[in-house]
C-alpha cells in the first residue's frame, strides 16, 4: 500500500527506546514517542511539545488532544492509538501509534509506529498490535481538538469533523 511522502520517509526508520521527542530528533533512531512527534511535524506542521510523552498525551484533555469517544469506523489521520498491556496504568508505560488515515482490504485501520519487534518504525493493521502482549490492550485513541484539527488538520488530509 502507498502512503503519501511524509508518511513513508519514515518507514524503516531504525528503533531505539532511548530515542526522545524531549532531546530533540537527529534522524537516526526513534521510538513510538519520536514517531509521532516527526509524523505530527512533517505530515501536519504541527510541532508537540518536547515534553510530550506517552503520559502526557494520555493525559491530555482540552491542551492539545481529546479523547475519541466514536466508534472506530470514525477514525482520521493523525488520531494517536495509545496501547498497553492488560495489567499496566503507568501510562509512562503506554505506546503510541498514528493512524495513516488508511485501512486494508479487511478494513483493519493501518497505523503508523516505531516497535521493537520490527526493530524500526512500520505499518501494522490495528488487529496486530493485539497479538503481541506490549500492546494488548487499546487504552484510549487521542484526537487533535476540534478547533485545532477542523483549522490545520482537516484541510491537509480532506477529511472533515
Known amino acids: 500500500m502507498a502512503f503519501n511522502a511524509e508518511i513513508a520517509q519514515f518507514i524503516g526508520l531504525p528503533y531505539d527506546f532511548k530515542s526522545s521527542p524531549r532531546i530533540g530528533f537527529e534522524g537516526k533512531t526513534v521510538n513510538c514517542q519520536s514517531t509521532v512527534h516527526l509524523l505530527y511535524q512533517a505530515r501536519l506542521g504541527i510541532e508537540l511539545p518536547k515534553g510530550m510523552w506517552s503520559k502526557e ?29 492488560k495489567e499496566e496504568i503507568d501510562p509512562k508505560k503506554f505506546h503510541l501509534a498514528y493512524y495513516s488515515g488508511q ?12 516497535n521493537v519487534y520490527d526493530l524500526g518504525v512500520s505499518v ?12 494488548e490492550e487499546l487504552k484510549t485513541i487521542k484526537r487533535v481538538k476540534a478547533d485545532l484539527f ?3 488538520i482537516a484541510p491537509l488530509i480532506n477529511g472533515s469533523y
Open 57 to 85: 498525551i494520555f493525559e491530555d484533555e482540552g491542551l492539545i488532544f481529546e479523547t475519541v469517544r466514536s466508534p472506530i469506523d470514525r477514525l482520521y489521520e493523525a488520531d494517536i492509538f495509545v496501547f498497553g498491556q
Open 103 to 114: 485501512r486494508n482490504v479487511q478494513g483493519d485501520p493501518l497505523v503508523v509506529h516505531a
Open 124 to 135: 501494522w493493521p490495528l488487529s496486530k498490535f493485539y497479538l503481541h502482549k506490549r500492546y
Open 150 to 152: 477542523k483549522s490545520h
